[in-house]
């Protein structure tokens, strides 16, 4: 596609709910991040893919956080038990390589994520 | 720990005038600095970046200004206007991979 689309742009769990986040990077970047974004504040990183493989997941808060990139395209953010804290954007970024000198994301819109 | 500091806060320009943000980090493996306009709504958008072996970008009206030994770079925009009304991310990192992103500026330019 022409840009990243994340779905569903708006979420409201319950407290306790799983849920699950999707985002389809453009096609052929290899690399897709996932970031979180509280109110008023800029994205933290949570986890890397290269093509399937999961390179860094340092930025997870905690294990009831869980992603993964089966084909290495789709990946889908899952939370499950969801927490108060919880409640931010989502932000999923592709990038065509791994590196290089003009090397650059694109960020999709973002899922808000509202725990009640 | 926050690794970028990113100040102001917050800053209200005039039409035509210079709007300057600056940012400051503190881990010396970074080496790629990029600068993201985020409008309401939308994920940040790159709108550009440095490596620390240069000391000035420019791009259109947007200039990247670094200076290694401090550790800071700044973003100037010229001539700004209405339509850069917008919050802006300055980040770093290592490797090109994940990015440290700063606080962010919420940038107002009045008519």
């Known amino acids: 596609g022409a840009g990243v689309s994340q779905s569903p742009r708006y979420k409201v769990a319950k407290r306790g709910q799983d849920v699950a986040l999707r985002c389809d990077p453009i096609?052929?970047?290899?690399?897709l991040f996932w970031y979180q974004q509280a109110l008023g504040q800029g994205p933290e990183f949570l986890t890397y893919?290269?093509?399937?493989?999961?390179?860094?997941k340092s930025g997870l808060p905690s294990d009831r956080f869980f992603a993964e990139r089966p084909e290495g395209s789709v990946s889908t953010l899952k939370i499950q038990r969801t927490q108060q804290e919880d409640s931010a954007v989502y932000l999923c970024?592709?990038?065509?390589?791994?590196?290089?000198?003009?090397?650059?994301?694109?960020f999709g819109s973002g899922t808000r994520l509202t725990v009640v | 720990q926050q690794q970028v500091k990113q100040s102001p806060q917050s800053l209200i320009v005039q039409k035509g005038g210079i709007s300057i943000i600056n940012c400051a980090y503190e881990?010396?493996?970074?080496?790629?600095f990029p600068w993201y306009q985020q409008f309401p709504g939308k994920g940040p958008a790159l709108l550009i970046a440095i490596r620390p072996d240069v000391s000035e970008k420019k791009e259109g009206r947007f200039t990247i200004s670094f200076n290694k030994s401090a550790k800071q770079f700044s973003l100037h925009i010229m001539d700004s206007q209405p339509g850069d009304s917008a919050t802006y991310f300055c980040?770093?990192?290592?490797?090109?991979?994940?990015?440290?992103f700063g606080s962010g500026t919420r940038l107002q330019v009045q008519p």
């Open positions: 096609s052929g970047h290899v690399s």
């Open positions: 980040a770093a990192s290592v490797g090109r991979r994940a990015l440290t």
């Open positions: 970024a592709s990038s065509l390589g791994t590196g290089g000198a003009d090397w650059g994301y694109t």
């Open positions: 893919f290269q093509n399937e493989a999961q390179l860094d």
């Open positions: 881990n010396t493996a970074f080496d790629y």
